[in-house]
């Protein structure tokens, strides 16, 4: 599948921020504050500024929705793990995913992207069980893997699922908004849902 349009709606902080009356379907892309959300989203629909990144974490603050191909939508959320917010942000930033992941009947499958180079922080295997609790699909999609050295990548594989503990109906796709590699596969696990 190809995204051939996509478009900005708005962004929201509660569902009820959310217009979707025709229940279209949702895919929200969660992760670690600067782990590449914005920029994967970017990629996946082939735009270079749709999502608003940047290299400072702590860039996305709403929930940020992209109509796609007038049939689906995609979801930004705020990153977690960024030491420098504030615990009152951190809440808020909290609540709305939250709110967003348990009660959003539109919300079809998820994906946790997680940095290619690094074993996941205790956040990350949270997030990941937070998910897998509400009976969610998960795919984790480890990111920058234009910056893993060929060697390390088995590794690097191997340690992410371990960690996670990572259950077998959940894929792992290894990718880089950079050079693309593992975008087409991110687009077949949406178009095979649709
Ligand atoms: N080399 C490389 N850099 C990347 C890749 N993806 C993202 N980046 C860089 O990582 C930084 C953070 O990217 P964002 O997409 O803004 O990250 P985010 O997860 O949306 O961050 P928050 O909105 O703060 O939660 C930017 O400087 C991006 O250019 C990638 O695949 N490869
Ligand atoms: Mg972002």
Redesign the pocket.
Known sequence: MEITKAVFVTSAVSNDGIPNEDHLPEFMFC?R????????INALVRQKNLAR???N????QTLNIFLCNDSFYLV?V??YG?ARVSKSIKEKFGKMIEEYVTKREELKMTFL?VDFRHKPTEDDILMYNFLKYYNLPVTVIA?????VKNMDRKKNKEKIKETLNLSAEDSFIV????NNEGINLVREKISNYL
């Open positions: 992760g504050s600067n782990v590449g959300k914005s920029s994967f990144t940047s290299q974490p702590g860039k996305t930004d705020p990153g960024y992207l990111t920058k893997s234009d910056k990718t880089s908004s950079e």
